[in-house]
């Protein structure tokens, strides 16, 4: 029996740089087909541009995720191409740091409409048709700062819990139908971040990207651990090395952990 066609296929989003572009390339490289999207079009192309070499049928359009009519369009794009989904990513997002109180609204909105929502939308879009097909994976990007709140991120922090608590529920869901979900909680990572980024805290801008440029783990490395993520089933992913050592910190000794970093983000 013949494999449908739509096995080997993923959608990804915010694939015009960092993790989605790196992951395009892998998996166009292991010879899937891939949907390259992103708000910026000129990204999106140049994904696509750089992967057309692969075996596969490639396609890229421009997806603003907190627009339903662009889900649509991806949905059905992905239907008359390949009449189906193997693997949705819900990976694009922006972030905002800044004490709670000093977070304009606006900007409380913007970030949940587009790092929560948005995975929101993607589940909500395709979850039926990888039903249907009794077969799929939707990974749904978070990060560590989804485990574990950071102070001056709360607003990008609640996002992401939320990415980590809907993965938990969609996972239950689908199950039972046959697809799987991972989340997956990167740390600091060099990527397109920062070109979204907004910050009512002084200072904070050259501090993330001093970070991100330090990270001794690359965009590759973060798409190479997801798309072994996938292919295991494994639910949480920290790719971190340091993330995973936290992760248990916290959750076997909290008050010690609150204390310790309590002390190293004062001031």
Not at 31 to 41: F, K, L, Q, Y
Not at 68 to 94: F, I, M, R, S, Y
Not at 121 to 147: D, E, P, T
Request: net charge positive; with cysteine; hydrophobic share 45%.
């Amino acid at each position: 029996m013949t494999d449908p066609k739509w096995k080997k296929s993923i959608a990804i989003t915010g694939a015009g740089s960092g993790f989605g572009e790196a992951l395009a390339l892998r998996y166009a490289a292991a010879g899937w087909n891939v949907a390259v999207t992103d708000i910026d079009e000129q990204r999106a192309r140049r994904t696509h541009v750089a992967i057309e070499h692969f075996d596969g049928r490639h396609f890229y359009m421009q997806l603003d995720i907190t627009k339903a009519d662009h889900w649509q369009q991806l949905q059905d794009t992905v239907e008359q191409q390949w009449g189906g989904l193997e693997v949705l990513v819900n990976n694009a997002g922006v972030a905002s740091a800044g004490n709670v109180e000093e977070t304009s609204m606006e900007d409380w909105r913007w970030v949940l409409d587009i790092d929560l929502m948005g995975v929101v939308r993607g589940c909500h879009q395709f979850a039926g048709m990888m039903k249907r097909q009794q077969a799929g994976h939707i990974v749904n990007v978070s990060s560590f700062a989804g485990l574990a709140g950071l102070p001056f991120i709360a607003s990008y922090g609640v996002a992401k819990a939320g990415v980590v608590a809907l993965s938990e529920a969609l996972r239950l869901e689908m199950q039972p139908h046959g697809v799987g979900v991972t989340v997956a909680c990167p740390a600091f990572v060099k990527t397109g971040l920062m070109d979204s980024f907004r910050s009512t805290k002084p200072g904070t801008r050259a501090k993330v990207t001093k970070w991100m440029e330090a990270s001794g783990v690359s965009a590759e490395q973060v798409a190479e651990a997801i798309a072994e993520a996938v292919s295991r089933n494994t639910f949480l992913l920290l790719t971190h090395p340091q993330t995973r050592a936290a992760w248990r910190w916290k959750r076997w000794f909290p008050e010690r952990y609150y204390k310790m970093l309590a002390k190293r983000t004062a001031g």
